[in-house]
């Protein structure tokens, strides 16, 4: 199946700055990609969804200043959490949709943790 | 309520038992179901898909579709201690689309 990549896979940041989360889809191109976040033993909350080219789209209650999201190609999607705070810790999983099929292939998520 | 509805355990079955996961929803619009397995720590990866109604099987593992109910199933026969994980069923509208994911369901199985 196709495979989806994230880095970093754990990162470590301290209260006030800002990480960067790469998506890359490795054998397909992705117009369409997603940003999730999970908390400990609960689904996956959609966050934003990021077309090719174009502004992402947020979910409700999502802060697109706080959470920048960047689809410049079609194999890339990054994701910056700025000046993160620890509520913002939690594991972040990105999906890549296949042009050509109706599957959602995810990556295999990036825990955060902000001291 | 929720788009979709998922228990979320968790269940604990002996190894070789018949598990049994389901979830609702109440969006008629939804054509594809899929069935993820997530283990702790990773990412989703994709165990089962169905398109609009009925049953598909792949090895150990059946999905059932009832769009009548709004009900679909995952069946994982004889049980392994590997399967332990949390199955999450997802459905979506259209193709590449937004997904709808159910909380998850804690599934161990005891060797």
């Known amino acids: 199946g196709a495979v989806v990549s994230q880095h970093p896979s754990r990162v470590i940041c301290k209260s006030g700055t800002s990480v960067k989360i790469e998506c890359r889809s490795l054998d397909f191109q992705a117009t369409t990609m997603f940003w999730y976040r999970q908390f400990p033993k609960q689904s996956l909350m959609l966050m934003a969804t990021s077309n090719e080219g174009s502004k992402a789209t947020y979910e409700q209650g999502v802060e697109k200043d706080k959470f920048l999201i960047n689809h410049a190609s079609l194999t890339l999607s990054t994701l910056t959490v700025t000046s993160a705070h620890p509520e913002d810790s939690s594991f972040y999983i990105c999906?890549?949709?296949?042009?050509?099929?109706?599957?959602?292939?995810f990556g295999p998520g990036t825990r955060l943790t902000v001291t | 309520q929720k788009e979709v509805e998922q228990d979320p355990g968790p269940l604990s079955v002996p190894e070789g038992a018949i598990v049994s996961l389901n979830c609702t929803y109440s969006?008629?619009?939804?054509?594809?179901f899929m069935w993820y397995r997530q283990y702790s720590r990773k990412g989703p990866e994709l165990l089962m898909y169905t398109y609009s109604s009925g049953n598909k099987e792949d090895g150990r593992f059946t999905a059932q579709v009832d769009k009548s109910s709004k009900y679909i199933s995952l069946f994982i026969r004889d049980s392994q201690p590997s399967d332990s994980a949390t199955y999450l069923c997802?459905?979506?509208?259209?193709?590449?689309?937004?997904?709808?994911f159910g909380t998850g369901t804690s599934l161990t199985v005891i060797p």
């Open positions: 969006n008629s619009a939804f054509q594809y």
């Open positions: 997802a459905m979506s509208y259209i193709t590449g689309n937004q997904f709808y």
């Open positions: 999906s890549a949709a296949d042009t050509s099929s109706y599957e959602q292939y």
